[in-house]
């Protein structure tokens, strides 16, 4: 898996209540992504950096955070989990810039469940 | 690892035959296209990829390609193994951001 650990790798927790999950990579990729996995929807992109302190929201960012304080390390956080947050959350890395590879490496996921 | 329980198209293949899984992507000026496969329980994995100045290209028992006209991409698969079983994604990008556009995915089935 390209060097690229998520955890925890499973998680329950209760509404309301913060959650943090962290990719590590070992590939020096400058770009990183959260995505997350749901039935019908394939991967949808929650978060992503660019480089050290550099992020931008993708498409269903709305409740999440994320923080990138060295080029390894990406966490993404749930502030208040709601049970619309359930799902299998993926972290990726590529070393692309634009016009280049965009091939990305992926963790294997993170199955969050909020009760 | 993870998996998901996607209620997804599938495609049942006899082991040995020749699979052919379709996308149809959504926007006109994406310039870059790759294929992934998921197995369960783990990450999507890179296949193959293709940019927009090009309709098809090959690799080890894959081939992609491109119909720009219809905005039309499809993955071939020779041959067909039992670890060929997974989902498999296409995702494009747009020419203006770095971001992938994620299509819904197709679950490929071997029978024996």
């Known amino acids: 898996d390209a060097g690229i650990t998520q955890s925890p790798r499973h998680k329950v927790t209760e509404t309301g209540t913060p959650v943090t999950l962290r990719c590590h990579q070992t590939?020096?990729?400058?770009?990183m992504y959260w995505y997350r996995q749901d039935p019908g929807h394939g991967l949808r992109l929650i978060h992503y950096?660019?480089?050290?302190?550099?992020?931008d929201k993708g498409e269903v960012s709305d409740g999440y955070s994320v923080s990138r304080s060295k080029t390894e390390d990406f966490l993404l956080t749930l502030e208040s989990a709601t049970s619309s947050q359930t799902s299998v959350y993926f972290c990726a890395t590529t070393d692309r810039g634009r016009g280049m590879n965009t091939e990305a490496f992926f963790g294997q996921g993170t199955r969050l469940t909020v009760v | 690892g993870e998996s998901v329980g996607l209620h997804l198209p599938t495609l049942s293949v006899q082991e040995g035959d020749n699979s052919i899984i379709n996308c149809a992507y959504s926007?006109?000026?994406?310039?870059?296209f790759i294929w992934y496969k998921q197995e369960s329980g783990k990450g999507p994995q890179f296949i193959i990829d293709i940019r927009s100045n090009m309709d098809k290209r090959q690799g080890q028992r894959v081939t992609v390609l491109l119909n720009k006209t219809v905005k039309h991409l499809s993955l071939q698969i020779a041959a067909t193994q039992p670890g060929d079983s997974a989902v498999y994604f296409c995702?494009?990008?747009?020419?203006?951001?770095?971001?992938?556009?994620w299509g819904a995915g197709t679950k490929l089935i071997i029978k024996p």
């Open positions: 926007n006109s000026a994406s310039d870059y």
């Open positions: 995702a494009e990008t747009p020419d203006s951001n770095y971001q992938l556009i």
């Open positions: 590939e020096n990729h400058r770009y």
């Open positions: 950096s660019y480089g050290v302190k550099d992020t």
